[in-house]
């Protein structure tokens, strides 16, 4: 257990793995949170009754903090986009609920467009290396992070995965969420873009269910369209519902089992890649 | 459960605190959180209680401020409260919207002794 924070999380609860070289990074007591000292960047004002005396008190006094709390991730994922940028790296955070066909969409986006782009790919998952040793089999270079009991990829995490994974200069770093359509819409990695995955499988209104991860997207791909004439999913309500969330979604209808579909993908990842190169930004 | 990261981070966030202002415990912490932030409000109390054991925050009041969302129509201009993501411009029944307050997730002031 954390002795500072008292949380259950055991001391190896994250864990990074890099396929293919055997080599395992344990980044022992290390989840959401750490306990590094106070940010250059504070300044609070106390107003307690009481005066401290070489800052040692007894009495209480209150502090005027007005701090986020998502300030640490969000400055880590600051310093992850500067690396990027630098690096002219486009890293698209992919997410999703489980099993909306994330992985077959990297595998077959992977191998389709390997002689044209060079890409990357973080694997986030609770447990096991699957999917990494999935991508691993296209020749794509791989880090899987195991987050234990985690829902989410945070920029710490990330952070330490690109320091395993070195992507090259000018390439395409794909980071694959932990499957959950809730949780990883709160934490910032740094990326350039954000893509949620949604498959026919699942239910039309899941753009108003979970409106969060929809409203934070750049681009929505509805996937398994091989499947509609087998399933009740609406996909111009699916659309109507995202774009009440977010107007200025777009979408692509594909089927990464059988590639429908999947040409105006690439065309958007090139056209993505190149103006990011250019421009620090996608549009 | 993303709420027992939040919770992590206001632990962290206090424990530097008190180490800051040579305390030894919160009293009492104050925290913003608005309607539009993403965050269940009985999913961070249910992991509060588990995350707080055996910290400085073990016995600290916790007050929680929730703020209202308002968003502002980019079409029409008009000012209303947005409860969901997806709440349109009453006026003019617009999507397009700049959310002006409802996203704060902040601690915003610590008593310490």
């Known amino acids: 257990m954390c002795s500072t924070c008292g949380c259950n999380q055991p001391a190896d609860a994250v864990t990074i793995t890099r396929i293919g070289e055997g080599l395992h990074l344990d980044l022992g007591h290390n989840h959401a949170h750490s306990h590094a000292p106070f940010s250059a960047h504070h300044h609070h004002h106390h107003h307690g009754e009481e005066h401290t005396h070489n800052g040692h008190s007894h009495h209480a006094v209150t502090i005027e903090l007005e701090q986020d709390i998502l300030q640490k991730n969000n400055l880590l994922a600051q310093r992850n986009r500067g690396y990027f940028e630098a690096k002219r790296i486009l890293a698209l955070n992919l997410v999703s609920s489980p099993g909306s066909g994330k992985t077959a969409l990297l595998e077959r986006t992977i191998n389709d467009l390997k002689q044209d782009l060079s890409i990357a790919v973080i694997e986030g998952d609770q447990q096991t290396t699957h999917d990494a040793d999935r991508i691993a089999q296209t020749g794509a270079p791989v880090v899987q992070i195991n987050t234990g009991k985690g829902c989410h990829l945070d920029s710490d995490m990330v952070h330490k995965a690109v320091r395993k994974l070195d992507p090259p200069n000018d390439s395409l770093l794909m980071i694959e969420n932990v499957g959950n359509l809730v949780c990883p819409a709160l934490f910032d990695l740094g990326e350039g873009g954000r893509v949620v995955i949604i498959s026919v499988t699942e239910g039309d209104d899941k753009p108003i269910k979970y409106p969060d991860m929809f409203f934070s997207a750049n681009l929505c791909i509805i996937n398994k369209i091989d499947l509609l004439p087998y399933v009740p999913f609406d996909v111009e309500k699916a659309k109507s519902y995202a774009l009440q969330v977010n107007p200025q979604l777009r979408f692509f209808e594909v089927s990464a089992l059988h590639g429908q579909g999947m040409d105006k993908w690439y065309d958007w990842l090139k056209t993505q890649f190149a103006h990011f190169r250019d421009y620090q930004h996608i549009h | ?113």
């Open chain 2, 1 to 113: 459960m993303h709420e027992l990261s939040i919770v992590l981070g206001i632990v962290d966030i206090a424990a530097t605190t008190v180490q800051k202002a040579n305390a030894h415990t919160v009293d009492r912490i104050e925290l913003e959180i608005g309607e539009l932030a993403g965050i269940e409000t009985d999913a961070l109390l249910f992991a509060w209680d588990a995350a707080i054991k055996n910290t400085v925050l073990a016995r600290a009041i916790r007050d929680i401020r929730h703020v209202p969302g308002k968003a502002r129509c980019l079409d029409c201009g008009e000012v209303f409260d947005m409860h969901e993501l997806y709440d349109p411009c009453p006026k003019c029944n617009n999507y397009l919207n700049e959310i002006i307050q409802g996203r704060e997730l902040k601690v915003k002031a610590l008593t310490v002794s």
